[in-house]
């Protein structure tokens, strides 16, 4: 006969193995980080496995570990939604969804009351991520990454492309007449340095030693840009209330097409009514994609191109045409 084990050694290991620390984890439960301690090292011997190393910089996940946390995560992470409905007075469901901040604030923000009226028993909390975002870690139902459509292990959906291009201040735009001329001035610069080396291609340069400081948020890089130390490239149909104000000016009618925002999620796991219900809503509202090109269920090879559809940020936000089935929600 199997042998039973506790909840309580359950609940501490996935508390754990979710914030990789058993202080933190002692402080969601409320218990002391003793007692989280004794509960995955007795969950330990009992699985005959190591399910975390523990070392001077922290905690990790063993094989094993990794093996048994997505389960413990959806199963608990279900238990607590059910009782979240209960407890806010009506059958709701959560739906956790992190976003590139840059497409947050550009793009997404001004569409969310139309999905809220669409979807009144979803309760939507939003995170914001920097692109580097562990799905299954995280508990996400959903992440909106920018790139070319390839995480492994995951399910991926083009929102809109996200063509790139200079930006920069006026007093900055003005020292500026050809491409070369930039190659005089920092260039901000993201996590991703071949974006710039893409641009300049387009442009007809392909030999360029890029310089300028590094940034891991493209909102803070273009607020770098807005007060003139620099040169930013970055997803200019993001920022047009600035370039409307006269922040920003875009100096060359160049773009590279170096990527687009992608809705992401786990491969594995079941997409439920709060899901669906957001993926369709989220895609209406970004129409302008060739049908059928764009969605994936990822190979385990990361790097593999994407399709080309014409999606793109810039476009105004359209019409709710989707009516879900909210009662299924009840």
């Not at 890089?221 to 930013?232: L, P």
């Not at 370039?243 to 990527?259: E, K, T, Y």
């Not at 593999?304 to 810039?314: H, I, L, N, T, V």
Request: charged letters at 20%; glycine letters at 8%.
């Amino acid at each position: 006969m199997r042998a039973t084990i506790p909840l309580n050694a359950l609940r501490a290991f996935e508390s754990a193995a979710r914030h990789l620390s058993f202080t933190r984890a002692a402080d969601e439960l409320c218990v002391t980080q003793a007692a989280i301690s004794h509960q995955v090292k007795g969950l330990e011997k009992r699985l005959g496995v190591a399910l975390f190393r523990r070392s001077n910089r922290g905690l990790k996940l063993t094989d094993e570990g990794v093996a048994l946390a997505p389960t413990l995560f959806e199963a608990f992470g279900a238990i607590d939604r059910l009782f979240e409905q209960f407890e806010a007075g009506g059958v709701r469901e959560v739906l956790t969804v992190s976003a590139v901040g840059t497409f947050v604030v550009g793009a997404l923000l001004e569409r969310l009351p139309a999905f809220r009226s669409a979807s009144p028993l979803v309760d939507l909390r939003l995170l914001t991520n920097n692109n580097k975002v562990d799905v299954v870690a995280e508990g996400l139902d959903y992440a909106i990454r920018f790139g070319d459509g390839a995480w492994q292990g995951c399910g991926a959906e083009l929102i809109c492309r996200a063509p790139m291009s200079p930006l920069c201040a006026p007093n900055v735009a003005r020292q500026l007449r050809e491409p070369a001329d930039l190659l005089r001035l920092p260039l901000l610069r993201s996590y991703r340095p071949q974006d710039w080396l893409a641009w300049f291609k387009s442009a007809g340069l392909d030999a360029v030693n890029l310089h300028g400081p590094l940034f891991d948020s493209s909102l803070i890089m273009v607020q770098a840009a807005i007060r003139g130390e620099g040169v930013a490239l970055a997803p200019y149909g993001l920022f047009r209330r600035e370039l409307d104000a006269g922040q920003l000016v875009r100096p060359f009618p160049i773009d590279a097409d170096v990527g687009g925002y992608w809705l992401t999620w786990l491969k594995s796991r079941p997409p439920s009514v709060a899901m669906q219900a957001f993926r369709d809503w989220l895609t209406s509202v970004f129409p302008d994609r060739e049908p059928g090109a764009v969605q994936r269920q990822m190979s385990p090879v990361v790097g593999q191109s994407a399709a080309e559809p014409s999606g793109d940020c810039r476009k105004p936000v359209g019409v709710l045409v989707l009516e879900p089935d909210v009662r299924s929600l009840s």
